[in-house]
């Protein structure tokens, strides 16, 4: 399967034209000139994190460690009032020791050269391609999920993006390339070099234009590739028809949501799942796997901190949580959390315990 060389012509031409009115200019990473300590540090903050959230650490960060030389020496306890509250404290501690590497191993600078880059703790293909394509102006496309939505839908339609354009191997793990479309035997290298934008223009386009209108929930009606977009071909059309059906909810639905937001959620209960890595397990009760069901009151993330802080003397990590469910009456939210700093005095188990540990209180 070959594409079009006027459609990807157009597609460039058109996402271009909303990168110029509608780019994400103002973000602190988005600098004419940045180097590879820097577009490392944001891509590693923004995995999983908000950007409106990432903004604040990031510039707090740099002000702090401006240079990879500076981060290399620092302790983890010195390290974490700095990024401490991102999440993921793997990925901080993966930062602390790619730090070092580049300056013990690469005199303290990154090496251009992605494989190299994919050495580094908690650099995977992702990560290493955003440092070659916007710190040294090389042609890699940094393959996020917001790249292969855009282009999977533009060019491959409604199928499932990620089954058109398979993620790379997740970080750290196998490299194999994956192969673009079950039939089409395009790699995406194969693709990537169909395009004619700079790498590092086209992957801030795309990240901008796969953020603000080819989301999940597509708004077609207000894209300027919609004319020769598969997707909006196949489904577009039916999108927005279903859309504005379902802006009338059938009356019982409408009853049922009534009913749900009549839960007190502010109320509920925290079941708190405190694990190190996913590989090992806390229980609040000696004898068999037990969650940390906390008293009312501390029910929001800092009220979890604190609650641990000033009962065991342990600083968390606390995800949003991962369900909601309201069991015999009672509100549950269910919460992962990592110890950052403290020593657990807890049982432990291997692994998480099964769904009936959730519906044990
Ligand atoms: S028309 Fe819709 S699906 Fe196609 S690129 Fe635009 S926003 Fe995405």
Request: glycine share 6%; charged share 30%.
């Given at each position: 399967?070959?594409?079009?060389?006027d459609?990807?012509?157009?597609?460039?031409?058109?996402?271009?034209?909303?990168?110029?009115?509608?780019?994400?200019?103002?973000?602190?990473?988005?600098?004419?000139?940045i180097?590879?300590?820097?577009?490392?540090v944001?891509?590693?903050?923004?995995?999983?994190t908000?950007?409106?959230?990432v903004i604040?650490?990031?510039?707090?960060?740099?002000?702090?460690f401006?240079?990879?030389?500076?981060?290399a020496?620092?302790?983890?306890?010195?390290f974490?009032?700095?990024?401490?509250?991102?999440?993921?404290?793997?990925?901080?501690?993966?930062?602390?020791e790619?730090?070092?590497?580049?300056?013990?191993d690469y005199?303290?600078?990154?090496?251009?050269?992605?494989k190299?880059l994919?050495?580094?703790?908690?650099?995977?293909?992702y990560?290493?391609?955003?440092i070659?394509?916007?710190?040294?102006?090389?042609?890699?496309?940094?393959?996020?999920t917001n790249?292969?939505?855009?282009?999977g839908?533009?060019?491959?339609?409604?199928?499932n993006?990620?089954?058109?354009?398979?993620?790379?191997?997740?970080?750290?793990?196998s490299r194999?390339?994956?192969k673009?479309?079950?039939?089409?035997?395009?790699?995406?290298?194969?693709?990537?070099?169909?395009?004619?934008?700079?790498?590092?223009?086209?992957?801030?386009?795309?990240?901008?234009?796969?953020?603000a209108?080819c989301?999940?929930?597509?708004?077609?009606?207000?894209?300027?590739?919609?004319?020769r977009?598969?997707?909006?071909?196949?489904?577009g059309?039916?999108e927005?028809?279903?859309?504005?059906?379902?802006?009338?909810?059938?009356?019982r639905?409408?009853?049922?949501?009534?009913?749900d937001?009549?839960?007190?959620w502010k109320?509920?209960?925290?079941?708190?799942?405190?694990h190190?890595?996913?590989?090992?397990?806390?229980?609040?009760?000696?004898?068999q796997?037990?969650?940390?069901?906390?008293?009312?009151?501390?029910?929001?993330?800092?009220?979890i901190?604190?609650?641990?802080?000033?009962?065991?003397?342990l600083?968390l990590?606390?995800?949003?949580?991962?369900?909601?469910?309201?069991?015999?009456?009672k509100?549950?939210?269910?919460?992962?959390?990592?110890?950052?700093?403290g020593?657990?005095v807890?049982?432990?188990?291997?692994k998480?315990?099964?769904?009936?540990?959730?519906?044990?209180?």
């Amino acid at each position: 399967m070959t594409i079009r060389k006027d459609k990807i012509a157009f597609f460039e031409k058109s996402l271009f034209d909303f990168f110029r009115k509608a780019g994400r200019e103002h973000l602190p990473w988005r600098k004419k000139k940045i180097t590879a300590y820097e577009v490392w540090v944001a891509e590693v903050m923004l995995q999983q994190t908000q950007v409106s959230r990432v903004i604040g650490y990031y510039e707090r960060f740099l002000k702090q460690f401006p240079i990879v030389q500076k981060l290399a020496r620092v302790s983890w306890e010195e390290f974490l009032p700095y990024y401490e509250g991102l999440g993921y404290y793997t990925r901080g501690r993966n930062m602390l020791e790619t730090a070092k590497k580049v300056v013990k191993d690469y005199g303290g600078k990154f090496p251009r050269d992605k494989k190299l880059l994919e050495t580094l703790p908690g650099v995977g293909p992702y990560t290493a391609a955003a440092i070659m394509s916007f710190a040294y102006g090389d042609d890699h496309l940094a393959w996020d999920t917001n790249l292969r939505r855009v282009i999977g839908r533009f060019f491959f339609g409604t199928k499932n993006f990620a089954s058109v354009i398979p993620a790379y191997e997740p970080e750290s793990r196998s490299r194999v390339p994956p192969k673009v479309g079950r039939q089409s035997g395009m790699t995406l290298k194969k693709l990537e070099e169909q395009f004619s934008l700079p790498a590092k223009t086209l992957n801030a386009a795309l990240m901008d234009f796969g953020s603000a209108l080819c989301v999940g929930r597509p708004k077609c009606e207000a894209c300027a590739l919609r004319n020769r977009c598969v997707y909006y071909r196949e489904k577009g059309r039916q999108e927005t028809v279903s859309s504005q059906q379902s802006t009338r909810l059938p009356a019982r639905q409408a009853k049922n949501k009534g009913e749900d937001k009549k839960q007190d959620w502010k109320n509920a209960q925290v079941y708190v799942f405190l694990h190190e890595n996913h590989r090992k397990y806390f229980s609040s009760s000696k004898r068999q796997f037990r969650p940390f069901v906390l008293p009312s009151g501390y029910n929001t993330r800092s009220g979890i901190k604190k609650y641990f802080q000033e009962k065991y003397q342990l600083t968390l990590s606390v995800r949003p949580p991962y369900k909601k469910e309201s069991i015999k009456g009672k509100q549950i939210f269910f919460v992962n959390a990592q110890i950052l700093l403290g020593e657990p005095v807890f049982r432990v188990f291997p692994k998480k315990p099964g769904k009936e540990y959730n519906n044990g209180y």
